[in-house]
């Protein structure tokens, strides 16, 4: 294998290249596709090109892209959305507004940078990461609004852009200014419902918020749920507004009439008023299991949105089937055409599951199955055929250890969102059957009271369906257990020596060679690696693995991570100095595109490195679009072999379990399977292309963020199986990423970092995950508890601890030596680290990690 020449990555050009172009291009579609309708009265939407609008709001001008941290992209622009709607040929009445929020929008920055400077120097003892995230910046509001001087600019319509800034290491809170609008926001609102006979809300947040506040103002005719698009996200606004696209995203959660509504509200993160713990009291009703189970009304159900136009669900086919997989399933075929007279659009079809309540209490539905249409011109069908593996009906048994089908009648659903999905067939199990029979994982060590349904409601919300059904006479077919196979897991000792040409590097590799490729390199200064940049070769990536075996006879190479998910996060520009060596700047320079970073005297030639910003995981898992996000993958791995970057930091893929975490934006939805499913079709997309990998994250349970080091998820192993680890268990068995990184946070008392049983027994043993593990950045040397250990990792089969450190180092060579670690722990890591780096683009002749895997 030859190693791949390096050189200096990115461009001396300043001319946006074609690749930039293009990429923008595509990401304008995914922003469009992802935007969600969610109320458009009066034949408020599409408006014609040329028609005069009053634009305010502070997201407006100041349109949020996406999250702050490291799911931030240095890119060359954005486009805004007052922006986006003149270049789509839209008259703004409100300029003068919109240029005083701006220069207030500036000075309210300037002030929040120095009250940050203020908290490093005074209270942070140096640390800048505490101070900015203890310090959010909010959106100031702007100016109140003229409604008389509004009412005389001849305006047709008002658009209000109602914006909010969300990041990690911090949770939301459910106040004013965040998830509740502020009085200046409900002054300006009313103050364009009385100017306006027809105003637009566009909400631009990364995560929801109270919209109860809507109820109140009639003139509230139409609402898009924007969240936060990318780069192009003011174009694909326009593209939207104009009828241009027309709309089809779907929600992918539950919109809660009231924030107390949703079953952790009272408990969750700093409301509990413990950080420290975190008790899934709900179980496995999380969001729409909650609210339909529950019968808890809701403002927008999960897999929501309204079109421009109307489609009919016509079922034409509801029988068992062995998927193309060769495993049990069943499938709904339909006929879905758009009936509208007007506009061409997408439909999205979803398949939802009522299982039997038995000895397992379960949700009424939960989702099995979707997909989205092709664009439909008026009058013209598409027919799809939905398969839905039985394997994704199975609930977890903690009495048997076992994922098991009960025994009874299973209620089939089809519809464009779970409120409009109606019963369309159902099949009866002859009795109970184990189809994947393992062992204990995570086990609780206290007493945890869980939510429980009624029972009895629940017994007769499944007689009425189950009564429906034989009174309309609807598809019925039997399965019976004694044909369904049961897989039986075999849990790996630890072995002696590896397969292949990476068994052979590490059979000859020293013991501080070893130790080295445990970690990533730590020759970089440390105060960078908490942001993330810990990246020598290529400046602003996360890190690098080591080169101690780049030289014969190993010729492992070093390969370079980069942060997502919602692009790259490189430095967007650095400098090559006249002796060849690369000035990179400091980690400011690479933060929020240099905002705080002082003026420095160049040093040498300017390279540029550009990348895409991409919309975030939570409207990207709107679009519902597979083939979507097998493109957006395909893109991304073209900047990262144009970077020389093998493994992508991303996609985010931990549910939304509660809407004040404060990284929600970077995560897919509530619904593990969504989130699934996603996830692979992104791998799929990355790793299609030679040498490029995923890291699917964090695993598990990086549900909040405040003290996210500290705070130990409690909760029941049925819980953590069926909805925390399902998603990734999707993601492995559909995509095998290359790479996975672990959490933060304790799971029943132990570090997800070094959980032998989420890292070996659940990944690997139970999935056959064949990738490399990796903690998330300074897991071991900043966790609040003491207890995450390098040592540990190893011996959990966490492979890489990152960024690198060399506590980290020793903490490995002294297990070793009083023989708490055994050296074939050591080697297990490394294997599957140098096992990856073998197949990375650091190679000229890398073959596409999914062909390997075919």
Known sequence: MKLRKRGYVGTTSTEMSQREKDNAILAREAAAEGFVLLKNEAQTLPLKPGTKIGLYGAGAVRTIKGGTGSGDVNNRYNVNIYDGLKNAGFEITSGDWLDGYDSGYMQARESWKAEIFRKLKEECNGNFFEAYSTTPFSMPAGEPVDAEAAKADGAEVGIYVLARIAGENADRRDEPGDYYITEEERAQIAALCEAYEKVILVVNTGGLIDLAFTDEFSNITA??????????????????????????????????????????????????????????????????????????????????????????????????????????????????????????????????????????????????????????????????????????????????????????????????????????????????????????????????????????????????????????????????????????????????????????????????????????????DQGASALGSAGQTVPGAAAETVNVAEKDPYNVASIVLADGPAGLRLRSEYQVREDGSIDGGDFLDGFENGYFAEPKEPTGTVYHQYCTAIPVGTLLAQSWNLDLMKKLGQMIAGEMNEFEVTLWLAPGMSLHRNPLCGRNFEYYSEDPLLAGMMASAMTLGVQSVPGCGTTIKHYACNNQEDNRMGSDSILSERTLREIYLKGFEIAICNAQPMAMMTSYNLINGVHAANSYDICTKAARDEWGFEGAIMTDWTTTTDSTAGECTAAGCMKAGNDMVMPGDIRDHASIRQALEDGSLDIRELKRCVYHTVKIILQSNQYEDAVSYEDQFK
């Open 223 to 524: 609402i898009l749920q924007f969240v936060q698009a990318g780069q192009e996200g003011g174009n694909a606004l326009a593209d939207v507004i104009s009828g241009k696209v027309t709309p089809s995203g779907k929600m992918t959660d539950t919109w809660a009439l009231d924030y107390m509504d949703y079953p952790n509200a009272a408990y969750f993160s700093h409301k509990s008023g413990d950080v420290y713990r975190e008790e899934y009291r709900e179980g496995i009703y999380v969001g729409y299991r909650y609210f339909d189970t529950f019968d808890v009304p809701v403002r927008y159900s999960f897999g929501y949105g309204l079109s421009y136009t109307d489609f009919d669900i016509k079922v034409t086919d509801v029988s068992k089937k062995i998927s193309s997989k060769g495993r049990p399933s069943f499938s709904v075929s339909v006929d879905v055409t758009n009936i509208g007279a007007t506009y061409s659009g997408k439909e999205v079809v979803q398949v939802y599951v009522s299982c039997p309540q038995g000895k397992l209490h379960k949700e009424f539905r939960r989702l099995t199955a979707f997909e989205k249409t092709k664009l439909l011109a008026p009058g013209e069908t598409q027919s799809l055929e939905l398969i839905t593996d039985l394997y994704h009906l199975a609930s977890y048994s903690e009495e048997q250890a076992a994922w098991m089908l009960e025994e009874g009648i299973y209620g089939i659903w089809i519809g464009n969102s779970l409120s409009e999905a109606v019963l369309c067939g159902r099949f009866r199990l002859n009795e109970d059957k184990i189809l994947v029979q393992c062992e204990h994982i995570c086990p609780l060590k206290e007493k945890l009271e869980e939510v429980q349904p009624d029972k009895e409601k629940l017994e007769e919300k499944q007689n009425a369906w189950i009564q429906e059904a034989n009174k309309e006479q609807l598809p019925y077919f039997r399965i019976w257990a004694e044909n369904l196979p049961t897989a039986t897991i075999i849990y790996q000792e630890l072995q002696d020596h590896y397969p292949g040409r990476a068994g052979e590097i590490v059979d000859q590799l020293s013991t501080d060679e070893l130790i080295a490729l445990a970690t990533g390199d730590p020759a970089k």
